[in-house]
């Protein structure tokens, strides 16, 4: 049904017949396009929604997707209303020892987002992996009380951060990936291992958070996704946020990473596989309980779309338009943020290498940072997006 070696004709006589079932299929959007050079966050505002992206840190002129590079800065400022830092804010950059913080690079990433009145979003408080802690907390010696000592490295830090940033920063991922994708099962880190039970932990970072910050949208952030193979993980998020509500722990939102990718084609759309009932019932549940949610870390992994350019631009923007059509008929989605705006910059480059040794055309902006299809499918499913109250 699926095949990684697939043909450029194939893509784009895929790629016909894909719109044709999304016009079947799906509820066509309220007939609407975007004003010429208007920016994707303008567009999105008009429907109560709102667009952004992922920076980095870097010195003036760097060669990054960062604060320093004057043509990233120009894309951002043109199509975002919101950035997030894509790992200036994490406990491995700010907190390089039990009592030492290390602010200035994130610093320097507010002050560039204040400055042009661009929102902040907060990633994340506490990303429970040992593989993305530093290596101080791995091995940490907790002491004679270990429960009280991993608490007190947890409010600390959670402390310090939305007081550092109280009134900047309204939006954090509280909690990042806490599960074995595989198997749905909770990851153990020193933290949780010393409290007890990985519920500990999180209950006490969302305390924390909302005792500091009573306003504040609080979310726990994953990439449980809509691929076949995500069912446990999103098994395993499904429980955790009902464990939220049993226990009365202050989470308001899922923030869906949508790493979404297409390792695989689809021979009947030209596009990867996905699970859609199996995804809707799953995004139905999360709301059902009273969630809102966010799109957080969107790209698209182009792994099994045929090297020519054209069909896998074509590819990667169906596969956004099919993807959130679906979410943004959830009118609890209000934030959408790409992780990067620009494909050389991506993690994906170095995290998910295509087999053909070709760079991955993931993001909304091509490497001569000019716009890839994909931006023009995003600004069309804004502008026919359902306006939000
Ligand atoms: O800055 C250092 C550099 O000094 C050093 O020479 C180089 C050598 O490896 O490493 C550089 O740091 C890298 C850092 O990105 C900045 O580029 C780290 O090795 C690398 O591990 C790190 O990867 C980041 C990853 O999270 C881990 O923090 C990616 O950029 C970032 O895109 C990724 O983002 C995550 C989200 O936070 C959570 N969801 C998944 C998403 C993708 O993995």
Redesign the pocket.
Known sequence: MSDIAFSRREALAGLSALSLTACAGTAAPAASSPAPGEGLHAIAQRKGLRFGS?I?YGAEGSDSGSIGNPEYRRIIERECGLVVA??EM?W?AIRPGPDQYNFAAFDAIVRYAKAKGLDIRG??LL?HRPK?LPEWVNTYDYGARPATEAARLITSHIETVTRRYRGVIHSYDVV??LFDDQTGAFVDTSLSKAMGSHEAVVDLAFHTARAELPGAELVY?D?MSWEPGHANHRAGVLRLLEGFRRRGVPCDALGI?S?IEMRTIDRKTGIGPYDLKEWRAFCDDVTGMGYRLLLT?FDVKDNGLPADYAARDAGVANYTRAYMEVMLAYPQLRDILA??MVDKY??LQ??APRADGLPQRCCPYGDDYRPHPMRAALAELFAGAAPRA
């Open positions: 992922a980095a894509e790992n994490k491995q990633h994340t990303w993305w990042n990936e952030n990439y990473q790493h870390e992780w990067g991506s993690w170095g995290f």
